[in-house]
């Protein structure tokens, strides 16, 4: 299986080229008012330039070009600004291109009755609405996302998941959904459409790709009104301190009022510029990498609380283990030869296709030569398994042979009137502890004995768990097995907690019980009976493979059906979060050297003391300035790659990551403005400049 590459470099000529454009598009007052932090940015820009355009014609306050560097510095934070937005914007929109190139305009073929053999008629899908009964065949294209009503056949979903092998896909299972966009290799299906106007995930996978339609998040929502209300600080700040210049120029009789030029570089310079010129580009990165691991959020919210989440819900079958339970071992009671127990073992699992049933017929192969006999020479009929009566078998002349769950067999023993050996409980608690299924195998009603089927445990799934258990992160193995089959896989794998015999009602309780205490909860599913579950829980991801109830239910679908992507969701959320309070403290902390920079520039001639400041020793006052103001614009451009790329992950717990952040991120962020800003000055003085 060849699994797609959806990844892209971080710099693809192709949309840096378009971000360029992009970013002077954005130069509008109705885009920039979207950001309150870059829009005062934007404002002090066109007033410097009124200033520079003043001083051009010899009535400025400084000199033109003094002022005009400002001015231009100024611009170029904004335009840097809206560049990495751009890019994150055109990273998104680069992929939705690729994924409408995956659209066809498909004809669908709507039943007017729900039958096979019923009359339809052909027209477009975007004509579709919910509830449609629609035919799809073999070489057919499914018109729209919905829930198979009846058939079974084999589908091509590369073109969504990007695997090569088809899967199979039936009515009245956890495997009844199907994708729009997606093509049918084999058989016919009636499917039952499930949105309007023939939308597919396909065309909500564009809608949130596009950094554009992006909603921002609460925690996202917060900080913005946290960083405009500093910058309303800082506005009001600098908007005192010219008459106050102007009066103590006065009462002092030294040094000049503090210009506007330089007010405005102030105010930019302890305005939060850094964070506020990268927080959009910081959630659609973030957006577009949970895109990139082919799942889809119906909102930011669950991304970030996937950063937050305490507690795993995971379902045993096909996330903890492999999910193909295989026989092992045959055990057969008293009376009754091995041989003979698996003969009717394998006779009794020859119409089984199922895993479990391929294996019983291989090992009774592989112990005893037994070949398999075909069901038609035998004057054989199939009994298939079923929820209520929890078995499956053949019938033969003379001859019915069962098997199944231990309840279901001693049932059927105790209706036809045989004696249930008493070896067989011992036999079922010694499979069941050991993490085994036990599986019953009976001939005419009457128990021959045990087939172990073992569940194997992936491999390296234990290690992530303990990554997990690191990062203060519960795993919960979720599982319909008895308590004994539970506990022994749940030590196996190393998760922390199990729920056995787990019913709707009892995952939904404990879900609720986990919240009420303050966690925040995540967890998979893919049936119906997951859906309650799905929507209680804080991040719920459904399969794309599974039912249209559980889909609905989750605020998360994962494309490639894959249980385990749940922790690589959670690792995306956590590095959505790290990024953004990373760059948030960076940004914090790098305008405490531009305050050393440009407080001693502006008003060290009205207070002398103030000197004392000028720790970097820089080369002149406007020099000082105007290297703060440099600095403020590039360093937002060499955060780009980070904004983008996101801050490494390192699974770890909180307060060990608030730690290292605080250290790399707050420390780096206060010492490295100092070089910065007095290596600039360096350029500055050596080229004449200030």
Known sequence: MSKKDTSRPLFDPAIVRQAGVECFRKLTPASQARNPVMFTVYVGSILTSFLAVQAYLGQGEAPFGFVASISAWLWATVLFANFAEAMAEGRGKAQAAALRGLRQDVSAKRLVHPRRDSPYVQFSAQNLHRGDLVLVEAGDIIPSDGEIVEGIASVDEAAITGESAPVIREAGGDRSAVTG????????????????????????????????????TPNEIALNILLASLTLVFLVVCATLRPMSAYAVAMTGQGAA???????????????????????????????????????????????????????????????TLGNRQATTFLPVKGVDERELAETAQMASLADETPEGRSIVVLAKERFGIRGHELHD?????????????????????????????????????????????????????????????????????????????????????????????MGIKTI??????????????????????????????????????????????????????????????????????????????????????????????????????????????????????????????????????????????????????????????????????????????????????????????????????????????????????
């Open 181 to 216: 966009g997606t093509r049918l290799l084999s058989d016919w299906l009636i499917v039952k459409v499930a949105a309007e106007s023939g939308e597919t995930f396909l065309d909500r996978m564009i809608s949130l790709v596009e950094g554009a339609k992006r909603r921002k």
């Open 258 to 320: 503090v210009t506007i030029t330089a007010l405005t570089a102030l105010f930019v310079c302890l305005a939060p510029t850094t964070i506020g010129g990268l927080l959009s580009a910081i959630g659609i990165a973030g957006m577009d990498r949970l895109i990139q691991s082919n799942v889809i959020a119906t909102s930011g919210r669950a991304v970030e609380a996937a950063g937050d989440v305490d507690v795993l819900l995971l379902d045993k079958t096909g996330t903890i």
């Open 378 to 470: 035998l004057r054989a009929t199939f009994v298939p398994f079923t929820a209520q009566t929890r078995l499956s078998g053949v019938n033969l002349p003379g001859r019915s042979l069962r098997k199944g769950a231990p309840d279901a067999i001693k049932a059927l023993a105790e209706q036809s009137g045989e004696r249930i050996p008493e070896e067989l409980d011992r036999f079922i608690h010694d499979v069941a502890k050991s993490g085994g299924t036990p599986l019953l195998v009976a001939e005419n009603g009457r128990p021959l004995g045990v087939v172990w089927l073992k569940d194997i445990v992936k491999g390296g799934i234990r290690d992530r768990f303990a990554e997990l258990r690191s």
């Open 477 to 690: 193995m979720v599982t319909g097995d008895n308590s004994l089959t539970a506990a022994a896989i749940a030590a196996e794998a190393g998760v922390d907690d199990f729920l056995a015999e787990a019913t709707p009602e009892a995952k939904l309780a404990r879900i609720r019980q986990y919240q009420a205490e303050g966690k925040m909860v995540a967890m998979t599913g893919d049936g119906t009976n997951d859906a309650p579950a799905l929507a209680q829980a804080d991040v719920g991801v459904a399969m794309n493979s599974g039912t249209q109830a559980a889909k609905e239910a989750g605020n998360m679908v994962d494309l490639d059906s894959n249980p385990t992507k749940l922790l690589e969701v959670v690792a995306i959320g956590k590095q959505l979060l790290m990024t953004r309070g990373s760059l948030t403290t960076f940004s914090i902390s790098n305008d405490i050297a531009k305050y050393f920079a440009i407080i001693p520039a502006v008003f060290a001639g009205i207070y002398p003391q103030l000197g004392a400041l000028d720790v970097m020793g820089l080369a002149t006052p406007k020099s000082a300035i105007l290297s703060a103001v440099v600095f403020n614009a590039l360093v937002i451009m060499f955060l780009i790659p980070l904004a983008l790329k996101g801050v490494k992950y390192v699974p770890l717990p909180a307060a060990v990551a608030l730690r290292r952040n605080l250290l790399l991120y707050g420390l780096g962020g206060l010492l490295v403005p100092f070089a910065g800003i007095k290596l600039i000055d360096m350029i500055i003085a050596a080229l004449g400049w200030a």
